[in-house]
C-alpha cells in the first residue's frame, strides 16, 4: 500500500468513526475547521511554530534547576527528582507488558519521572489531565495519589477516531491502582467543565488532549481559574504554536520550559508565583 492509499484509508476509517458516534459530530465539525484552516494558512502556522520553537529554546531549562527554583518559590528546600522505575518495578515491567499486547500505537511516556515527582512534591490530591492513552502520565499520578489517604484524579479522554485502541486506553493502570480514578471518554469541550464543577478547587492539572491553538486557548483559561495558588499547571508540547506562550503574557507568569526530545517541550506554571 502506497503512502496516498495508506493516508486515505486511515482518512475513511475517521470519517466513519465519527458517522458512527453521534455524541461527536460537533467536534468533528471543529476538527474539520481547523484542518481547513491549517492547510489554508499552512505558511503563517510554519512561522508560528517557528517562532514558539525559538521561545521555548530560549526559556528552557536544566530539570535540575528548574526543581531548585521550584523549590524556593513553594517554601521548600528542594524539590526530589523521584524514577518510577526505582520504585515501582513491576509496575513499569507490567505496563510494558500490557502495551505490547494490545498491538496499538499511542502516546508515550516520557515524562512520567517529572509527573509523579511534581504531585508527590506538592501532595497533590485533586488532579486533572486531559488526553490519557496509554495512561502513563495516570498512572503517574495515580501511585502518587496513593501515597495519601484521600485524593482523586480526574482524566478526560477522547479516542483515537477510527483506530480501534479504545479499549486499550489506559490500559497501563493496574486495577489496583484505579480506585482514585474517574476516567472519562469524551471531548474537551463537553467534560471539562464537568470535571472541573465536579473537583472545585485542583492542585494539579495536566494538559495533553487538544493541541490546535483554539483547543488550548480554550481549556488552559479555565483549567488556571480552577487551579489553587500555589498549584501546579503544566502542558504538553508547548512549541507547536504559540498559545502557551501567549496564555503566559496573558497571565503575566513566567514559566518553566523543559526541553523532552527533538523540538518537544513541555512548559510548567505555579499558579501566582511570578519571580522568575
Not at 5 to 17: E, G, K, P, Q
Not at 110 to 127: F, V
Not at 131 to 140: E, I, K, Q, R
Not at 232 to 252: P, T
Amino acid at each position: 500500500m502506497s503512502l496516498s492509499d495508506s493516508t486515505n484509508s486511515h482518512f475513511i476509517r475517521r470519517v466513519r468513526w465519527y458517522l458512527s458516534h453521534p455524541s461527536y459530530y460537533g467536534e468533528f465539525l471543529r476538527q474539520s475547521i481547523l484542518t481547513g484552516k491549517d492547510y489554508f494558512f499552512r505558511r503563517k502556522i510554519e512561522n508560528e511554530i517557528k517562532e514558539a520553537q525559538i521561545w521555548c529554546e530560549s526559556q528552557k531549562k536544566k530539570k535540575e534547576e528548574i526543581f531548585s527554583e521550584m523549590g524556593l518559590i513553594l517554601g521548600t528546600n528542594f524539590l526530589l527528582w523521584l524514577s518510577m522505575s526505582k520504585e515501582y518495578p513491576q509496575i513499569i515491567a507490567n505496563s510494558f507488558d500490557s502495551i505490547k499486547k494490545s498491538g496499538k500505537q499511542m502516546g508515550g511516556g516520557s515524562s512520567i519521572d517529572l509527573l509523579y515527582s511534581l504531585a508527590q512534591g506538592i501532595s497533590a490530591e485533586r488532579i486533572i489531565e486531559t488526553g490519557v492513552a496509554y495512561g502513563w502520565s495516570s498512572l503517574a499520578f495515580l501511585l502518587s495519589l496513593d501515597k495519601r489517604s484521600t485524593g482523586r484524579l480526574w482524566s478526560i479522554d477522547k479516542p483515537y477516531p477510527g483506530s480501534g485502541s479504545e479499549k486499550f486506553v489506559g490500559c497501563v493502570v493496574p486495577q489496583e491502582n484505579r480506585k482514585r480514578w474517574s476516567l472519562l471518554r469524551g471531548t474537551d469541550r463537553l467534560l471539562l467543565p464537568e470535571s472541573l464543577r465536579e473537583a472545585g478547587t485542583i492542585d494539579l492539572c495536566h494538559y495533553d488532549s487538544d493541541k490546535s491553538y483554539p483547543g488550548r486557548m480554550w481549556a488552559y483559561p479555565l483549567l488556571w481559574k480552577h487551579l489553587r495558588h500555589g498549584g501546579i499547571f503544566i502542558s504538553d508540547d508547548v512549541g507547536d504554536n504559540l498559545a502557551f506562550k501567549n496564555f503566559c503574557h496573558q497571565i503575566g507568569h513566567n514559566p518553566w520550559i523543559i526541553q523532552e526530545g527533538e523540538q518537544r517541550f513541555l512548559g510548567i506554571l505555579i499558579k501566582d508565583c511570578n519571580q522568575f
